[in-house]
């Protein structure tokens, strides 16, 4: 049986039901629709979130409204160009993914949050990028 992690508040911060998000010289701002909070966080050791070390929790493709900035988000592809990676054109910071082994969700770095210290949620698991089903060959 599979056990989903709902985080509520991170240290001090209660995650919103609409909850903001921005790069770090705050030309992107986004709003997250995270009614249950922080769901599943994780980190993923496949070759491009390994190098940038985020942890993510997943947003429906609705969930997420830009509120500024969508002139300086950039988008990085790779590999089978399913996923989308989106970054801040200004300073770099990485702020959400549409996810390659889940196309209708968009990831988003919890780091990004406003208010949330990512260091706070303790140990998260990691999920296996490397291996990832999309690369298996039929």
Not at 42 to 64: H, P, Q
Not at 115 to 132: A, E, F, R, S
Request: net charge positive; glycine share 10%; aromatic share 6%.
């Amino acid at each position: 049986m599979l056990t989903t992690t709902k985080i509520a508040c991170v240290g001090a911060t209660p995650i919103q039901a609409k909850h903001r998000l921005s790069c770090h010289c705050g030309s992107v701002v986004l709003e997250l629709d995270l009614p249950d909070g922080i769901v599943d966080p994780r980190r993923c050791d496949c070759s491009i979130c390994r190098r940038k070390g985020a942890i993510v929790g997943s947003v429906a493709l609705d969930g997420i409204t830009i509120l500024q900035g969508a002139d300086v988000l950039k988008m990085y592809q790779f590999n089978t160009k399913t996923a989308k990676h989106y970054f801040c054109s200004q300073c770099g910071i990485y702020t959400h993914h549409q996810r390659r082994s889940s196309p209708h969700l968009y990831g988003y770095n919890i780091g990004c949050l406003e208010g949330v210290n990512p260091y706070d949620l303790g140990p998260v698991k990691t999920n296996d990028g490397v291996n990832h089903p999309s690369d298996r060959n039929a």
